[in-house]
């Protein structure tokens, strides 16, 4: 959903004031990762698009000294002195990512202005689209305001505030295809070297996200424990990271670890394969082997989630389906023959309703350009 210009500067201005001259527009896209899930801490590969579900952060200069912010999307309205957010502490809520991402900038020397913020996302909380790094994002480039920095450094520096400040040890794929994705286009991203190209993707292709509606918080320490895994399965290999380890090294190991190695270094030949995979239909067999393998050897898979795998198996039209993004909730990706979207919206709905009792929201993805000021 795109909210325009003028509608988001009026809803600034009646919050803060000012006239519309004063105010400026940034937006930064959520993601929907087809395919390389849980291989950016590893530096391997992955496969997202940016969606055109935006996060826009408006901005205008005040007088007062303070940054002061406001959430469209809970109400809530912080406000600290800008000179002192660099010794800010976080408080275990949305506006650590405000905070996270000022004492990155003031660390990385953009030094923060006064101003009024007003934060305002499209991209549903929780559901494993993203809505943090484009959170972090639209926020540095509404405090830069218009200062050149580096694609690159705009990236690792939001996803150290993240890291260091909101206390997750993410990788680097949200950061970077909410910065760098191109319209119309998927993001392959080596997570070690930080090099991408763009992927066209067929004609043929409908990629649609169903929401679980099973918020992921849980996932948190989940998350934190995976990578910490993987990590353990990389120094008893030996290797720089799981990026360089052999299937044959893999087998070596025992238990848990093992699983978890398993996942990731054949996750890593799924993204390749989906590079070169000559239909839909083999681009689609592979989005099922990565959830089997999310499912069953990584564990971050939730028994809705594989519901809804399975019920887009049945359908006709449906090349592949998988859980996205960090897991344990949150949306499924799948692709279909565009012809066959409405069938599968209102099977899937039913389907959903039925067993849960509760409607998924599902959305058409379409693949969106990265962040930037909105004119
Ligand atoms: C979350 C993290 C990403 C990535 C995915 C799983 O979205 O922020 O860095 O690890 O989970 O692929």
């Known amino acids: 959903m795109v ?18 001259a004063d105010v400026k527009v940034y937006r ?9 899930e849980h291989t950016d801490y590893t ?17 205008s200069k005040n007088a007062s000294g303070e940054l002061r912010v406001v959430s469209e999307n809970n109400g809530q309205e912080r ?14 809520d949305w506006s650590d990512y405000i905070v996270g991402v000022a004492k990155e900038l003031f660390r990385a020397g953009y030094p923060v202005e006064p101003a009024n ?32 920095i580096p694609a690159l450094d705009l990236i690792q520096l939001c996803r150290r505030a993240e890291n260091r400040f909101v206390g997750t040890p993410c990788g680097v794929m949200d950061q970077y295809v909410c910065v760098k994705a191109e319209a119309g286009t998927a993001l392959e991203i080596d997570c070690r070297t930080l090099e991408s190209q763009v992927v066209r993707l067929p004609e043929d292709l409908a990629i649609v996200t169903v929401n679980s509606m099973v918020r992921h918080e849980l996932g948190q320490s989940a998350y934190r424990t995976r990578v910490a895994e993987c990590a353990e399965a990389r120094d008893k ?6 990026r360089d380890a052999r299937m044959e090294q893999v087998d070596e190991l025992v238990g848990v670890i093992q699983q978890r190695a398993r996942h990731v270094v054949s996750e890593n030949g799924r993204v390749k394969a989906f590079l070169q ?44 389906a998988r859980m996205t993004g960090g897991g344990f909730g949150g949306c499924t990706v799948n692709l279909m023959r565009p012809g066959a979207v409405a069938g599968f919206e209102a099977r899937m709905r039913a389907g959903y309703r039925a067993r849960f009792g509760v409607d998924p929201a599902i959305s058409i993805c379409v693949p969106s350009a990265g962040a930037g000021r909105q004119a």
């Open 3 to 20: 909210l325009t210009t003028e509608s988001l500067s009026d809803a600034h201005r009646r919050k803060w004031g000012g006239s519309s």
């Open 28 to 36: 930064a896209p959520g993601r929907v990762n087809l395919i390389g």
């Open 43 to 59: 530096e391997g590969f992955v496969l997202p698009i940016a969606l055109d579900l935006t996060c826009y952060v408006t901005r």
């Open 79 to 92: 406000r600290w002195p800008s000179s002192a957010l660099p010794v800010v502490q976080p408080m275990g």
């Open 117 to 148: 913020l007003r934060v305002h996302s499209t991209i549903p909380l929780g559901a494993g689209l993203s809505s943090s790094a484009a959170l972090e994002v639209a926020t540095a480039l509404a405090l830069l305001d218009g200062r050149a």
């Open 237 to 242: 290999l030996g290797v720089r990271s799981l």
């Open 277 to 320: 995979a000559e239909s839909s239909a083999a681009m689609g067999a592979l989005c099922y082997e990565s959830h089997a393998s999310l499912r069953d050897d990584f564990g971050v898979s939730c028994g809705e989630l594989d519901a809804l795998v399975e019920m887009a198996r049945g359908i006709e039209g449906v090349y592949g």
